[in-house]
């Protein structure tokens, strides 16, 4: 069963500082990877999404990579603040059905 | 609006009424989801639809229903709600699955009592 596991659970920092949020999944033939935030009671929002054949993309403050060889993503957060506390999800196509297989997110908390 | 809609964004129902879960997306995208997220389950897969006419079971599908007469509308129907269906339900779309991003709806919170 393809799994995708999200390390820590839930995550508090002081702002300004830079912070790695830690995606690992089982299936290393994915096709992409997909970074989303949620924010409390509400939908979720596209983060940023990286091809099977890219190694990394960035999004203003965000920068995620992919190492498909050893089943590990990171979301890197330069200069944290309060505004990015939410919850952080990823997840990659992987079903046989086409949907996605979702981590149970980091929650970030940013403190002023 | 372009986008991704869902309706109600909140509803409590009783047991054993129909309840449906509406879903709307304007980019005309071919493949359609329906999600639940409970705690401690995170999202799973309901039902999925690649295009007008064509749909598939998901992970969790026991208990709903869905549909897909138009490209842009994906309802998801609860035929008779139960406690367990208490769940906050997220409706998605893509273009081309494993290509492109996929877009997700606001969401709506059903409350079975």
């Known amino acids: 069963k393809q799994e995708v596991t999200q390390i820590p659970a839930a995550l508090s920092v002081p702002e300004g500082e830079n912070l790695v949020l830690n995606c690992s999944f089982t299936?290393?033939?994915?096709?992409?990877l997909q970074w989303f935030r949620q924010d409390p009671g509400k939908g979720l929002t596209s983060l940023l999404l990286?091809?099977?054949?890219?190694r990394e993309q960035t999004s203003g403050r965000l920068n995620a990579s992919l190492d498909k060889s050893s089943g590990r993503s990171t979301l890197y957060i330069a200069a944290s603040q309060p505004g990015d506390s939410a919850t952080y999800l990823c997840?990659?196509?992987?079903?046989?059905?086409?949907?996605?297989?979702f981590g149970k997110g980091t929650k970030l908390s940013v403190k002023p | 609006d372009a986008g991704i809609t869902q309706s109600p964004r909140y509803k409590i129902t009783e047991t054993g009424r129909q309840v449906t879960l509406m879903c709307h997306q304007t980019?005309?995208?071919?493949?359609m989801f329906w999600y639940r997220q409970d705690l401690g389950h995170g999202l799973r897969l309901i039902y999925y639809?690649?295009?007008?006419?064509?749909?598939d079971k998901g992970e969790v599908p026991d208990g709903y229903v869905v549909s897909r007469s138009k490209t842009e509308n994906f309802p998801l129907t609860l035929e008779s709600a139960t406690r367990s269906q208490t769940s906050v339900y997220f409706c998605?779309?893509?273009?081309?699955?494993?290509?492109?991003?996929?877009?997700f709806g606001q969401g709506t919170r059903l409350t079975v009592v």
């Open positions: 998605a779309s893509t273009d081309r699955v494993s290509v492109t991003e996929a877009f």
């Open positions: 299936d290393s033939a994915i096709y992409n």
């Open positions: 990286i091809q099977s054949s890219q």
């Open positions: 997840a990659h196509y992987g079903g046989s059905q086409g949907n996605l297989i």
């Open positions: 980019w005309s995208h071919s493949y």
């Open positions: 639809s690649a295009a007008a006419d064509i749909t």
